[in-house]
């Protein structure tokens, strides 16, 4: 056990809040949780150092944030809450300390603002770049769970917020839709959702492909981030190729019914939850153009070992056509 781990133990202790959920957390050789009747879901996510952000360029604090939020956008993709967090921290041998108590800064600071316990984890040092996992436990009642595979045809398909561009910043510190998305469960039912983690279409595709439908997308409406605007002036793409294929938005795409996405349009505009296109038999992802249906090939961020992630005309922009 290095010392870090020892020195950390006391300062975890003193600065993780607990839930009363919680019946052990840390300082036991394993956290105990009461279990209530709700279903308990699980994620977990590995951030490294290199590979999704850069410690000579980013905050530690920050990617400490992020490893927690980007968790818990996958519990708010379930329908559910966060309630408790398992972190490992894998620190280079050197600074170690210094660099566990920085990312650190960011963990709590993200745990506190989702009200998650941090119940447990381990510390080890190596010769080799920091990487940063969480492992988020939540709950979600058991007939309210959001899936993707729940969709049917004829269903409308929502976006929350707008996507692009993420890069400018954005992406090392993401807001999970966590609360609208629990707003969204007391107003209408969900059919299907999924976290825009690897770009819009990417993330569409698959919750289609989950479902065994398609989309019919009315590309005009999708709503484009200012950052997407901002970054097509010097990436030579356009605001709607960001919108369309960047990653790290973190907004959720929902289907539900016409009648729950009109009565969204109608009463709630203020939620900004926006319908994009309505699901068709046909598999793929479609618009119509001169009365004809055109395919869109889904693109996006495809997993698979990149080395610099601020570099998004490498990872992000790495546009891979799934079909
Ligand atoms: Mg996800």
Known sequence: ????????????????????????????????????????????????????????????????????????????????????????????????????????????????????????????????????????????????????????????????????????????????RIELAQELQTLVEVTAAIDISDGLSLDLDRLCAASGVGAELYTDRIPIHSDATKLSESSGRSPFQHAWSDGEDFELLLTMSQQDADLIALQRPDLGVTQIGTTVGRTGLWRKHDRKLERLPPQGYMHQGTTNTDNQANIKQNETSKK
Not at 93 to 119: C, F, P, Q, R, W
Not at 151 to 157: H, M, P, R, W
Not at 167 to 175: A, V
Request: aromatic content about 4%; hydrophobic content about 40%.
């Open 1 to 176: 056990m290095p010392d870090v781990e020892l020195s950390f133990l006391a300062y975890l202790r003193g600065r993780c809040r607990s839930l009363p959920s919680i019946h052990l957390g840390i300082g036991d050789d394993a956290a105990a949780i009461t279990p209530n009747e709700k279903l308990q879901l699980s994620c977990t996510d590995q951030i490294i150092d290199g590979v999704d952000f850069l410690s000579s360029e980013h905050a530690l604090k920050d990617a400490g944030y992020k490893s927690v939020a980007i968790n818990v956008s996958d519990i708010a993709a379930m329908g559910g809450i966060p309630k408790a967090a398992l972190v490992t921290l894998t620190l280079p041998v050197e600074n170690s300390t210094k660099i566990a108590g920085e990312v650190y800064e960011g963990i709590l600071e993200a745990s506190k603002k989702y009200d998650i316990a941090i119940a447990g984890g381990d510390i080890s040092t190596y010769d080799g770049p920091l990487a940063i996992n969480v492992c988020l436990l939540g709950e979600v009642a058991e007939n309210k769970i959001w899936r993707r595979s729940g969709a049917s045809e004829n269903q409308a398909i929502m976006i929350t917020g707008a996507v692009g561009g993420s890069l400018l910043r954005r992406h090392l510190r993401p807001e999970p």
